[in-house]
């Protein structure tokens, strides 16, 4: 049977396809709907961990007890689980272990652009690199057989583009589950003491020799020998757009992007005059290629930095430009915007009237860095948000006194918040954290995590007490408000501003866009255009469906307009209506 | 249809119903026999920012994106959004674009005026652009929320796929209450 499937979406049929019935994950864009797709399918163990770390550790367990385990997580999701990679490489795996590791070229939902088949080499993992919905399908089960035969765990690379694409997919019949789970002991493998590891660490090194020579022979190493004065090396989606626009080239398309098939690399550069790599983001072909004595065009022609369409290669290698200009100039921005009704709106609304350094996290709130919110002032990473401003009012000493915020979503606050917020209890912090309690994962969709009582499987489970953890952390203020309330939030925030010492504030309520919370529609808002002054108070909510509306000035009259309500989208969250000063709002 | 693949592009708006739009278009040139991709970005796009979807068919399909200059149908589930990817366009391409209007932030806040005149605009440089108030017949039809399907209905005028391909494809790709709203949707569309 043909369907139609996006990448990840046959990532977990192919999962499931292949016997795969354990999976653990941190969500992550382009990723998160791989393990969302798997937990549909019948008997599978599908589990939310509270990081990356901890689901590639979940995954290691499972392996290590004889199953089949993939751990799965956007690019930057490896940084997290960076440090029992590098030592799982080491071990190897008693069942099967599979890292998905979804990169964004273009950073379209990222803060950074980080090419992760570094990490293959890095760590040294043999690495596919399938190039769309089909082969991801396919080759999640080779990464399967590679980890059995080699005794190693193997990443499977997708990009935004392979993950996020939809294409034909031809269905097979999955193949039965086999439990050959048992506990058995291993502890010259598994301890990872000095004297155990350095033998483990030639183990590797021999296993990479082996992966070397398969490499000549993976069937997903593919020559195709058209027109010999032109080769094209490639792998992953730029091969399609490749393919797109010069379909007569020669092409050698690498399934595995680690390690490489050098053999297989000579004999084309043997049958081809001249070769281009193609590549997104770094030059991690090209430099291995050109150190094996190659020679090859890379990215003396080729961008670094974002992802490839077809055009970008044509232009590239025809040295043209064809780009045509758009006929209207100025079109005014479309970024993404909190939601009405959204519970952040009211939160940094007030943190920038109070004029504070906001260190921010990654998360919806993120957004409200822009105008007019502007309510947070730094991102780096996950969990980020404590730990800088613990650094900042300890560097700033009395000049930061009751200036320093940081501000931290609830998934974003169990993933990496904990142990930074220990830390300022431990070393006597005088900033204030702010967890934006929304009750859910929202930037990546709605996930479930250990606060909300939930599991991926949609089981009920022990519900994680925020103020209880935080107050076993250390902290002794601990503050809660409703971000819809925002004279109190303000009172809240300036009172344990003015405090001695490490408080938090959870600001409390639920997503908008939540399914469990029986959210009550309030009736919409209204402006009365009579008592309107048109000051724009309202406007500094930058929420969507408020807009201003031109009129002609009247004779003695100062005002220019009117701010309107668009009844369609307005949820009534009555915050406008607070910051209204002429009561103009109903 | 010879070795070719032709292109067409979705754009809009976050909550539009594009993506869905776009998969019941892929599936309707699958049910006619032909290779078909798409692509499109998920994530901080939804939140209200720009969503576009490219769709691909044709004998044998590689790239799931289009290039500049290549992209012979645009259908715009906002005026303005139209005007942000002409560069995509060929110049033969015809556009599809709805007269609904949703205000970005720098409009709202009166920091940048709504662009005039947008059809004009798609009109000198485009010979064939068609004008859809879709909200306004998706209403008619009986559920506001259809608009998508109604353009999915003016685009099937330009598309070689037969109705009861169309057809069968919404009836499979929405819950069974919802299947006459959007039949009746895509027909206000298509006469449109
Ligand atoms: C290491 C890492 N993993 C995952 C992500 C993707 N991601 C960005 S924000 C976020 C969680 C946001 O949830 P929360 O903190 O509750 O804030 P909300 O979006 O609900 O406001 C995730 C999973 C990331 N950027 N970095």
Known sequence: ?586 | MGKEVKSILLAGVGGQGILRASDIMCMAFMEAGLDVKKSEVHGMAQRGGCVTSHVRYGHKVYSPLAQLGSIDLLVSFEKMESLRYLNYLTKDATIIVTTDEIYPPAVNMGDAPYPEDIISVLKKNFKLVKEIDATDLAKKAGNVKAANVVLLGAVSGYLDIKQPVWESVIEKSFPEKLVKVNLASFQMGRSA
Not at chain 1, 474 to 497: C, F, H, M, Q, S
Request: aromatic share 8%; net charge positive.
């Open chain 1, 1 to 586: 049977m043909k369907v139609l499937m996006s990448g990840n979406e046959a990532i977990a049929r192919g999962m499931y396809e292949a016997g795969i019935r354990f999976a653990a994950a941190y969500p992550g864009t382009p990723s998160t709907e791989i393990l969302e797709e798997f937990a549909k399918y019948d008997g599978v163990y599908a589990e939310w961990s509270p990081n990356e770390k901890v689901a590639l550790e979940v995954a290691i367990g499972a392996a290590l007890a004889g199953e089949k385990a993939v751990a799965v997580m956007k690019h930057v999701g490896v940084n997290v689980a960076a440090d029992p990679l590098f030592t799982v490489s080491y071990t190897g795996i008693n069942g099967a272990l599979v890292i998905i590791s979804a990169d964004d070229p273009s950073l379209h939902s990222s803060q950074n652009e980080q090419d992760n088949r570094n990490y293959a080499k890095f760590a040294k993992i043999p690495m596919l690199e399938p190039a769309d919905a089909q082969e991801a399908k396919e080759f999640i089960k080779l990464a399967f057989t590679i980890s059995e035969k080699f005794d190693t765990p193997v990443f499977l690379r997708s990009t935004t583009r392979v993950s996020h694409s939809k294409s034909v997919v031809s269905l097979e019949e999955p193949i039965p589950y086999i439990d050959k789970t048992a506990i058995t002991y291993n502890t010259t493998k598994y301890v990872m003491v000095p004297a155990n590891a350095r033998i483990r660490r030639v183990a590797v090194e021999k296993r990479t020799l082996a992966l070397k020579t398969f490499a000549n022979s993976f069937p997903e190493n593919k020559l195709e020998i058209n027109n010999p004065d032109v080769g094209i090396i490639t792998a992953g989606m730029p091969y399609n757009y490749a393919k797109d626009v010069f379909p007569d080239y020669s092409y050698l398309k690498l399934g595995m992007v680690y390690p490489l098939p050098e053999k297989l690399i000579r004999e084309f550069a043997a049958k081809v005059k001249k070769i281009y790599v193609i590549e997104e983001l770094d030059q991690f072909l090209e430099e291995q290629i050109k150190a094996m004595g190659i020679s090859v065009i890379g990215k003396e022609i080729f961008p670094y930095t974002n992802e490839f369409d077809p055009g970008i290669i044509q232009n590239a290698i025809n040295n043209q430009n064809k780009a045509t200009d758009l006929p209207v100039k100025s079109i005014p921005p479309r970024p993404p915007n909190l939601c009405p009704g959204c519970p952040h709106r009211g939160l940094f609304y007030t943190l920038n009237k109070l004029k504070l350094f906001v260190t921010g996290d990654i998360g919806c709130y993120t957004l409200s860095f822009m105008k007019p919110l502007e309510g947070l002032h730094s991102c780096i990473c996950m969990g980020a948000s404590i730990g800088m401003a613990h650094g900042m009012s300890k560097a700033l000493k009395e000049k930061g006194k009751g200036k320093i915020v940081g501000v931290i979503g609830d998934s974003t606050f169990i993933h990496s918040g904990i142990t930074p917020l220990l830390n300022m209890a431990y070393n006597k912090s005088n900033a204030v954290i702010i967890i934006c309690d929304n009750s859910t994962t929202a930037m990546t969709g709605m996930q479930e995590h250990p606060a909300t009582g939930y599991t991926l499987l949609g089981e009920k489970t022990k519900q994680l007490d925020l103020k209880v953890l935080v107050s076993a952390l250390g902290i002794d203020n601990i503050r809660v408000v409703d971000p819809y309330d925002l004279k109190n939030t303000r009172a809240v925030i300036k009172e344990e501003l003015a405090k001695d010492g490490p408080s938090v504030v959870i600001s409390q309520r639920p997503c908008v866009l939540f399914k469990r919370a029986k959210l009550k529609a309030q009736k919409p808002l209204q402006v009365d255009p009579e008592k309107c002054t048109g000051c724009k108070v309202c406007l500094g909510l930058g929420c969507p469906p408020i807009s201003w509306k031109k009129m002609e000035k009247k004779e003695g009259s100062k005002r220019e307009g009117v701010s309107v309500i668009d009844e369609n989208l307005c949820n009534g969250c009555g915050l406008c209506l607070q910051v209204c000063k002429f009561e103009a709002i109903k």
